[in-house]
């Protein structure tokens, strides 16, 4: 009886670090894409999508409207960056900033 309730949780500990290990690969899936856009000279709005092995992942660029935004130096504009990472069967993770350029 010891032996069944061990495995069973030697077991549920292993789920649990799978789904971590998932996670944290989705975290730096979409890290990576929002360095990727910061450090890119040139913005460019609307929405972008790809796959990297399990994951899938969608960036939407927007302007920002607010009215803190008319305070920025001449020429430039707040931008909003958001990029989604999903993977089978229902995980996801989103992860939002901003951005700076003209």
Do not use: C, N
């Not at 030697?10 to 789904?19: F, Y």
């Not at 996670?23 to 000279?41: C, L, T």
Request: aromatic share 6%; charged share 25%; no cysteine.
């Amino acid at each position: 009886m010891a032996l069944v309730v061990l495995f069973r949780g030697l077991s549920s500990s292993q789920i649990a670090a799978s789904r971590l290990e998932v996670q944290q690969g989705a975290r730096v899936i979409a890290r990576s894409i929002i360095d990727d856009e910061h450090q890119a000279p040139d913005i460019e709005t609307g929405t972008r999508s790809g796959d990297s092995g399990l994951y899938k992942w969608r960036l939407t660029v927007d302007p920002v409207q607010l009215s803190a935004v008319s305070k920025l130096p001449q020429g430039y504009r707040l931008y909003r960056l958001a990029v989604e990472v999903s993977w089978a069967p229902r995980g996801s993770f989103r992860l939002d900033t901003l951005k700076l350029g003209k």
